[in-house]
């Protein structure tokens, strides 16, 4: 795993083919290496990516090139996804994250869904899925504390895990760390990441108000039962300014490498991973004097040997949804796709909108939703031109990851909640937020509309 992080960062700053190579095997014997992990969805996974090889090589002829670029893609995400990972491991040893995280959980009801959401939503920037591990049992524990009635408890732990569950899913749409902008700004020119997010951070806050005043209303009758006696939390305000602090440096030091090296966004996260992972453990142990540096290296090793491991059935499922989507896209004629845009010409905003919400059947297949953002990327790179402005199609492509993420009971988001809380995933996703799914997507098509100034 640390073989093909350095590999492909050298590949990315110097263009030679002989560390692309490198990456590319350290990432094949990955996948021989992680046999042991292999489960149903993997194997399943596997069966279509040798379905689709044989089908692109058999029946449609395709050039040595275009596996070729489909591994790289896998490779690429996987390597990425590594290097995330560093991120989250460290952020998993930190106490400002269990700070901030307690604070949240411990907020009045009619604050908590706001809370809850912006806060799992910033903080999934540095900490990923972890902070779903995070905040699930701190959620159950302040639920045990209340010591309310059965019925009346549900109801409350329902209303924090929705708000913690979408909280997580719209962070995709603009988080510099997410996976969805990394697939797309890698297959669609023209993309700029910064407009994307600032777009992005519209969309989410036209979300989080329609979502608030939908929770607000479903539980209307559960505010009045409420004990007005709870106690006051004071706000973690050191706390607060670490994990600030982290979210800038992690911004700083990306944008100056990616100015420095005259290279996109993605490039400078690359770089800024181990950087950043490497000063907040010095900072943690900032106050051991002169042990402090090899208490640091001692903890890096450890979440280079011991936890990055833990992410070896995640790597597997990303980077063969990668491929598939990747190969898949191949096979779609881009001449009939094109056709059929100019002879279905629809406005802007209805075209985004329709982008955003065709992702949503595909994910109850059980189909990952960065193979669809690759499989969409790809055909959209492809177009001669694009029948939209490429920030915003990208945008369209990562909101209808978001929607996904709320919808399907096989998103690795749902699953997880379900894993660690006990509820069904068809109740957490179909029961729970089909409604919202729904206002979000309205919602989503008024933003476009706005966007694209009514075209």
Same mark, same amino acid.
């Given at each position: 795993?640390?073989?093909?992080?350095?590999?492909?960062?050298?590949?990315?700053?110097?263009?030679?083919?002989?560390?692309?190579?490198?990456?590319?095997?350290?990432?094949?014997?990955?996948?021989?290496?992680?046999?042991?992990?292999?489960?149903?969805?993997?194997?399943?996974?596997?069966?279509?990516?040798?379905?689709?090889?044989?089908?692109?090589?058999?029946?449609?002829?395709?050039?040595?090139?275009?596996?070729?670029?489909?591994?790289?893609?896998?490779?690429?995400?996987?390597?990425?996804?590594?290097?995330?990972?560093?991120?989250?491991?460290?952020?998993?040893?930190?106490?400002?994250?269990?700070?901030?995280?307690?604070?949240?959980?411990?907020?009045?009801?009619?604050?908590?869904?706001?809370?809850? #959401? +912006?806060? $799992?939503?910033?903080? !999934?920037? &540095?900490?990923?899925?972890? *902070? /779903?591990?995070? =905040?699930?049992?701190?959620?159950?524990?302040?639920?045990?504390?209340?010591?309310?009635?059965?019925?009346?408890?549900?109801?409350?732990?329902?209303?924090?895990?929705?708000?913690?569950?979408?909280?997580?899913?719209?962070?995709?749409?603009?988080?510099?760390?997410?996976?969805?902008?990394?697939?797309?700004?890698?297959?669609?020119?023209?993309?700029s990441r910064e407009l994307w997010t600032v777009y992005g951070l519209v969309c989410t806050g036209a979300v989080l108000?329609?979502?608030?005043?939908?929770?607000?209303?479903?539980?209307?009758?559960?505010?009045?039962?409420?004990?007005?006696?709870?106690?006051?939390?004071?706000?973690?305000?050191?706390?607060?300014?670490?994990?600030?602090?982290?979210?800038?440096?992690? #911004? +700083?030091? $990306?944008?100056?490498? !990616?100015? &420095?090296?005259?290279?996109? *966004? /993605?490039?400078? =996260?690359?770089?800024?991973?181990?950087?950043?992972?490497?000063?907040?453990?010095?900072?943690?142990?900032?106050?051991?004097?002169?042990?402090?540096?090899?208490?640091?290296?001692?903890?890096?090793?450890?979440?280079?040997?011991?936890?990055?491991?833990?992410?070896?059935?995640?790597?597997?499922?990303?980077?063969?949804?990668?491929?598939?989507?990747?190969?898949?896209?191949?096979m779609v004629p881009i001449e009939f796709v094109a056709m059929l845009i100019d002879r279905f010409a629809m406005p802007?905003?209805?075209?985004?909108?329709?982008?955003?919400?065709?992702?949503?059947?595909?994910?109850?297949l059980g189909v990952s939703p960065i193979m669809m953002a690759v499989f969409f990327g790809s055909i959209l790179g492809?177009?001669?031109?694009?029948?939209?402005?490429?920030?915003?199609?990208?945008?369209?492509?990562?909101?209808?990851?978001? =929607?996904?993420?709320?919808?399907?009971?096989?998103?690795?988001?749902?699953?997880?909640?379900?894993?660690?809380?006990?509820?069904?995933?068809?109740?957490?996703?179909?029961?729970?937020?089909?409604?919202?799914?729904?206002?979000?997507?309205?919602?989503?098509?008024?933003?476009?509309?706005?966007?694209?100034?009514?075209?």
């Open positions: 795993m640390i073989l093909l992080m350095l590999m492909t960062l050298l590949s990315r700053a110097t263009d030679l083919g002989y560390f692309e190579i490198a990456s590319d095997a350290s990432a094949a014997m990955l996948y021989f290496l992680c046999w042991r992990l292999i489960k149903w969805r993997e194997v399943y996974l596997l069966s279509v990516c040798a379905g689709l090889s044989a089908l692109a090589y058999f029946v449609f002829d395709m050039p040595f090139a275009v596996y070729e670029a489909a591994f790289a893609q896998a490779s690429f995400l996987m390597a990425f996804l590594l290097l995330l990972a560093l991120l989250h491991e460290t952020a998993m040893t930190s106490p400002t994250i269990s700070e901030c995280g307690h604070y949240l959980t411990k907020q009045p009801p009619k604050q908590r869904y706001l809370a809850i #959401f +912006s806060g $799992t939503n910033l903080m !999934s920037v &540095l900490f990923n899925l972890g *902070i /779903v591990s995070l =905040l699930t049992p701190l959620i159950k524990k302040g639920l045990e504390d209340e010591k309310a009635e059965p019925a009346i408890t549900a109801l409350r732990e329902r209303r924090q895990l929705t708000a913690m569950l979408r909280g997580f899913a719209w962070g995709v749409v603009w988080s510099p760390t997410a996976m969805a902008p990394l697939a797309v700004m890698e297959l669609i020119d023209g993309i108000c329609v979502g608030w005043m939908e929770d607000i209303w479903r539980f209307r009758k559960l505010q009045r039962t409420a004990p007005a006696n709870r106690a006051h939390i004071a706000f973690p305000k050191a706390a607060f300014l670490r994990f600030m602090l982290v979210l800038v440096s992690l #911004f +700083s030091v $990306t944008m100056t490498v !990616s100015i &420095l090296a005259d290279d996109t *966004i /993605v490039f400078g =996260l690359l770089v800024a991973c181990p950087l950043i992972m490497l000063g907040w453990l010095i900072a943690q142990n900032w106050d051991k004097g002169q042990a402090a540096i090899s208490a640091t290296m001692h903890q890096a090793w450890h979440i280079c040997h011991n936890q990055l491991p833990h992410n070896g059935r995640i790597i597997f499922a990303l980077s063969a949804s990668g491929y598939i989507g990747k190969i898949s896209a191949e802007d905003f209805l075209f985004l909108t329709l982008m955003s919400f065709i992702m949503v059947p595909f994910s109850f492809a177009l001669p031109v694009l029948p939209v402005d490429p920030t915003l199609a990208a945008l369209a492509i990562s909101s209808g990851w978001a =929607l996904s993420m709320t919808t399907s009971p096989f998103a690795t988001l749902v699953l997880l909640i379900s894993n660690l809380n006990g509820t069904r995933p068809s109740k957490l996703a179909l029961g729970w937020n089909t409604g919202f799914s729904a206002l979000a997507l309205a919602t989503l098509s008024v933003v476009f509309f706005i966007l694209t100034g009514g075209q």
